[in-house]
């Protein structure tokens, strides 16, 4: 039962990394000054080489699969980033910031509160919105301070639709009771609507941020999704629209990774007539430096991942994916100066990972439960040293991992945020053995108790964990209690996660006999046929995922990037699975991601 390991502010940080398990200082490889940190020398355990499996063994013993390892892990090492063309794109975004910035301000009154926000929107679907924070928050906190003289009278869908969306967005809870002026007296919404094709696109994107108590924006949905497949098709529209409107049909962009928006809205915006040629060209630098820094980081990244050396350390059960692991982190750390974020969060996914590989494709019971066992004490336990290599380096990769970002984070005075992190890693561990008990017997227990389980084991707490110990000093103590209290955002968000996992990759599972996941219990539990299993989980996913968007709006007393933060990874999972199980399989839709981000460069 695979969990994608899921996973903002400085380049120059140093993050060092022990030699025990072959892991490459990332400061010696920045090419910076490398600095000894003084303390006791780690502990490791020593491997025998005695102990070694052959591969035949391996094939001869275990059920696994082998994997195919990624196109993308060895492609950047020879990229060559030029640093000048960087700091001049730094020095050309930050003269057109000040521009922008003044044009937005500079508007005044009501109706010139609706223009901000309407820019608001521009902004957000560029990629620009990370350099306007301030601005974003006067601007809509004066606005909704005035929220029902700004829309009385308000009859044009697109702006109204807008509104609504950027409100939500930003967590204000507006009502959805705007869209009643958009209904007839037979109360359903106006057919007369359907012929506004940007207006209907912009009423879909807003239905998208539906609450459990939104009733008119299921009926918005239900009636934009039928009429813009029919918008889209009919050739009645511009291409770049029609383009576009088949892009939200198959992921809205409230559910898609903020990385990933720019790609399809710049073209867009582009062919649009009105188009502002100064907010375009930001637009182009601003995603121009982000492709630049995310090259840089790769060309490091890779090269430790590379000289970890998995491939002789480890047989080929896990999942070759570092690459990978930098597209889904940026759905949470995108902005380009989140380098230290992106980097501590990829070295933590790829532990998270391996722990998932190891306990579902490859280890017996009998060495998942002395690694379980030991992660639980966070020291080898008594059986470990009579444990195959392999094991025995997945142990030393995950320890040394974490004894680095208690190096990293230690001048900072972070220290609980490891521990609190470690704690999450445990329970993960935990989750993985029971679950892995269940599936190496072929037991299907009920699905209330796969559930319990199963939620845990997808690694939504032990992300969030490791997301907000990557944030350093924003994420105080509190951040951590409230994630330990297991709020209803992160259990809804788990129970998305589970279940998107199980549907994505339940062919998968079934190839190598793994029978323990949602769609068999639920199948067993209630006696349905798997369509109907599949139908019912896919509901309560959608449902899901208008809880998530209530608790968004409605949880209070704790910080908003946070809580974004929580958001930010539902939007990596809605990614990764929406099309297939795209970490395990980071084909189709996810390679053209990947393609648009770090191979095809804009072009200013």
């Known amino acids: 039962m695979e969990a994608t390991s899921v996973f903002w502010p400085k380049l120059g940080s140093q993050i060092f990394l022990s030699s025990s398990t072959n892991l490459c200082p990332l400061s010696k490889l920045y090419g910076f000054h490398l600095t000894s940190f003084p303390g006791k020398p780690l502990k490791h355990i020593r491997l025998k080489a005695t102990n070694t499996l052959t591969f035949d063994d391996q094939e001869r013993f275990r059920k696994f699969k082998k994997l195919p390892t990624s196109e993308w892990t060895h492609y950047f090492h020879s990229i060559s980033i030029d ?89 204000h809870h507006i009502s959805s009771d705007v869209f009643q002026r958009f209904k007839g007296s037979n109360g359903n919404f106006k057919e007369s609507l359907t012929g506004d094709a940007k207006g209907m696109l912009s009423l879909y994107e807003a239905a998208n941020l539906g609450t459990t108590k939104d009733y008119i924006l299921d009926e918005a949905l239900s009636f934009t999704s039928s009429h813009l497949e029919s918008l889209g098709a009919s050739g009645t529209c511009p291409p770049h629209l029609s383009v576009r409107i088949r892009n939200a049909l198959g992921l809205s962009q409230h559910w898609n990774m903020e990385m990933l928006v720019p790609v399809e809205f710049i073209p867009f915006y582009e062919q649009e007539i009105d188009h502002d040629e100064m907010l375009l060209k930001f637009a182009k630098l601003s995603f121009k430096l982000g492709q630049l820094q995310y090259l840089q980081e790769l060309k490091i990244l890779t090269k430790w991942y590379k000289e970890l050396d998995f491939a002789t350390n480890l047989p080929p059960y896990f999942r070759d994916r570092i690459v990978e692991h930098h597209f889904l982190v940026q759905a949470v750390f995108f902005a380009p100066q989140l380098s230290r974020e992106r980097i501590m969060m990829i070295q933590y996914f790829t532990g998270l990972a391996l722990l998932d590989d190891t306990f579902d494709r490859y280890a017996s019971l009998h060495e998942a439960e002395s690694l379980a066992n030991s992660l639980l004490r966070w020291a080898p336990d008594q059986a470990m040293d009579k444990q195959p290599d392999y094991l025995r380096f997945v142990l030393n990769f995950i320890l040394d991992t974490f004894e680095e970002f208690k190096r990293e984070l230690g001048p900072e005075e972070r220290p609980y945020s490891v521990n609190a992190t470690i704690e999450e890693f445990k329970a993960a561990a935990k989750a993985n053995i029971d679950l892995e008990k269940w599936a190496q017997a072929d037991h299907i227990p009920s699905f209330e108790e796969y559930m ?66 949602a769609v068999n219990c639920y199948m067993k539990q209630y006696g349905v046929t798997k369509e109907e299993a599949f139908r019912e989980l896919r509901k309560m996913v959608a449902d899901a995922n208008k809880t998530l968007n209530e608790e968004f709006l409605t949880t ?49």
């Open 556 to 604: 209070t007393g704790v910080p908003h990037f946070l809580l974004k933060a929580t958001i930010d990874l539902a939007r990596m999972m809605t990614v990764a699975y929406n099309v297939n199980e795209g970490f395990t399989n980071p084909q189709g839709k996810i390679k053209e991601y990947m393609t648009s981000i770090f191979v095809d460069q804009i072009h200013i």
């Open 452 to 517: 319990e389980v199963g939620e845990v084991e997808v690694t939504v707490y032990a992300s969030l964990a490791g997301i907000f110990m990557s944030m350093g000093k924003m994420a105080t103590k509190e951040a951590f209690e409230w994630l330990k209290s297991r709020p209803k955002l992160v259990q809804y968000l788990s129970i998305k996660g589970r279940l998107m996992n199980d549907l994505m990759g339940y062919e998968d599972d079934m190839s190598r006999g793994y029978v323990t996941n």
């Open 83 to 171: 640093v000048s063309e960087m700091d001049a794109l730094r020095k050309e975004i930050d003269e057109l910031k000040l521009i922008l910035k003044s044009t937005l301000m500079s508007f005044q009154g009501i109706d010139s509160t609706k223009k901000r926000i309407l820019m608001i929107y521009l902004w957000v679907s560029l990629g620009l919105a990370y350099h306007f924070e301030e601005e974003i928050y006067e601007t809509l906190k004066e606005g909704f301070e005035n929220i029902e003289k700004m829309m009385d009278g308000e009859d044009d869908l697109y702006t109204t639709s807008i509104i609504f969306w950027v409100f939500r967005r930003y967590g």
